[in-house]
């Protein structure tokens, strides 16, 4: 049956196809967009929340906390004003991060000596065999582990049957092809110096991977047979590995403890490069000669193509047997990724499997903090950050795309870790390794074809960055908009005894999806409104250096 929406110029009903029907939004459609103009998550985790006080259950939508706006753009626009707060607050403090140690209580200290009194008899139990005198301690164990967590311990507990692994050593002597470099005691402090009592810069240093082969302006290679197709690869999955090892040279050579805040992007080529900030002045020669003398040296068994020992479809097999990977023409077993290092180790003469290196090309720049220069350069180092590798590297033409797919293809017979099924295709059973371990298939971020092989935090930062979290930030933002709204008489109470929880499947009290969004809507329109009209009392949002929070708050 025909459907009939709309007139022709004459005043003749216009007849609609059943493929412009389909293509017209529904309802979900409509609720993403409006969910996306308000800035409310398009796509809810739904969650039961129980009011000990009123005694009630309620269901909410917590926000998905999305990264990508491909993904849920309210949220990962959320993030990046989050990032930019948290890179802004800690690239120019003039002040150490206020961190006060508590002391351990009363509680704390006797829930510590009962356990070492435990871990006595479990460790006596354990030599005379008595396994269920074993389970009862463990038992108790874990109820002293619970109230510990709960009277704010941090970390982890020790394990009653942890036993301490033999550490291997391995020389520590810098490479011979390397310069050597100034070696000062780091200091604790983490603020730079001063100049003519008032300045105090801090710098933006820009790092990027050697050359593999010239290329074209969309990134492709002048000529596909001589690029570096290997070295590249490798280059990509150990630079997570070589930032950090740069940033410890640098504390060693300028004394202190550097702070650093950075992105990590990919160039057009496909190899990534990182934009860091580094709080303290920092000349450029010392950054050049740091970043000359770094390198890192992966000491693990050969990963070369011709070290490939099963690159076909002929592949180990699992023996429940010998819970291990064994030849699937022999059934003997294959060698054990520690036992594979110790083999090495006995060797006299044992080189690394690769040694990562930046290139020479190297920037920097001084930068002083609250100017328009500061301000830009934030933008420009989170102007990425809502958009994924495969998004950022939108190959121009054909060429580039079929120069990705070839890197691609390069990092799948990379091991990104010892516990890579990778492995198993050198003859080497990974740590970890199980019956489910598919060998030459690996799910981590390196072998993603979205990710491009580029590895760790797209945002690498140092712990005394600024002191807080990104929870920190987005609790100041909260709290900021309470106190404002409070002064204008509009209360927001925070009720800290709500217990959330996952919705159940089968759960017929919660409401549809469809329902919490266009709730969700509401509030945050609400929100605004109250919001505004505080604005609207308080004066120009200038004055108040609120200029940001409606979109992060």
Not at 98 to 112: G, H, S, Y
Not at 132 to 147: C, F, I, K, N, T
Not at 151 to 173: A, I, M, N, V
């Amino acid at each position: 049956m025909d459907v009939v929406t709309s007139t022709d110029e004459s005043g003749v009903p216009a007849r609609q196809t059943a493929a412009a029907r389909r293509s017209l939004p529904d309802f979900r459609d409509v609720a993403e967009a409006t969910a996306e103009k308000v800035g409310v998550c398009t796509r809810p985790l739904i969650m039961k929340v129980f009011d000990p006080v009123a005694g009630r259950n309620n269901y909410v939508g917590v926000p998905c906390k999305a990264t990508l706006e491909s993904v849920c753009k309210p949220c990962a626009t959320r993030n990046r004003f989050l990032r930019i707060t948290q890179c802004r607050e800690g690239w120019h403090m003039e002040t150490e991060p206020e961190v006060e140690p508590q002391e351990p209580t009363e509680t704390q200290i006797d829930l510590l000596t009962a356990r070492s009194d435990l871990f006595g008899t479990y460790q006596q139990a354990k030599q005379d065999g008595d396994a269920e005198m074993m389970a009862a301690v463990r038992d108790v164990v874990a109820e002293l582990d619970d109230e510990m967590k709960e009277s704010g311990f941090r970390g982890r507990l020790p394990d009653l049957d942890r036993e301490s692994k033999e550490r291997r050593k391995r020389s520590t002597r810098r490479r011979q092809d390397a310069p050597n470099l100034p070696r000062r005691k780091v200091s604790k402090h983490t603020i730079g110096q001063q100049f003519a009592g008032k300045f105090r810069p801090s710098m933006f240093v820009t790092l990027t991977l050697p050359s593999y082969g010239q290329v074209q302006s969309d990134g492709s290679p002048r000529t596909a047979g001589t690029y570096d197709y290997q070295r590249a690869a490798r280059d990509i999955v150990f630079f997570a590995q070589l930032v950090d090892r740069w940033i410890q040279n640098l504390r060693r050579v300028v004394g202190y403890n550097v702070q650093y805040w950075g992105t990590v992007e990919p160039q057009r080529r496909g190899a990534p490069h990182l934009h860091v900030a580094l709080r303290g002045a920092i000349s450029h020669k010392i950054i050049q000669q740091v970043t000359a003398a770094t390198y890192f040296q992966v000491w693990w068994p050969r990963f070369d193509p011709e070290d490939e020992i099963y690159p076909a479809d002929v592949v180990p097999v699992w023996d429940p047997q010998q819970t291990t990977f064994v030849d699937p023409d022999s059934g003997a077993a294959l060698l054990g990724f520690d036992d594979a290092i110790d083999v090495l180790g006995g060797m006299d003469e044992w080189a690394p499997a690769h040694v990562t290196r930046f290139g020479e090309q190297v920037d920097s720049k001084g930068i002083l903090g609250g100017t328009e220069e500061a301000t830009r350069h934030i933008g420009y180092m989170t102007k990425y950050l809502t958009k994924s590798i495969n998004e950022v590297l939108e190959p121009e033409t054909q060429r580039a795309a079929d120069h990705y797919e070839r890197l691609h293809a390069e990092l799948q017979h990379i091991p990104c870790s010892k516990n890579c099924p990778v492995w198993l295709r050198f003859g080497i059973v990974p740590l970890g390794a199980t019956e489910k371990t598919v060998p030459g298939r690996c799910r981590g971020r390196c072998h993603r074809r979205d990710l491009l092989g580029i590895p760790g935090k797209r945002t690498p930062n140092s712990r005394q960055w600024s002191g807080k979290t990104l929870p920190d930030h987005q609790a100041d933002r909260v709290n900021f908009v309470r106190q404002l709204l409070a002064e204008y008489g509009i209360e927001k109470p925070d009720n800290p005894n709500l217990r959330y929880s996952l919705v159940k499947p089968g759960d017929k009290n919660c409401p549809p999806r469809d329902h919490i969004i266009m709730a969700s809507i509401v509030q945050r329109i609400a929100w605004r409104a109250e919001y505004n009209r505080a604005l609207l009392d308080a004066g120009p949002p200038d004055e108040l250096g609120i200029s940001a929070i409606p979109e992060a708050a």
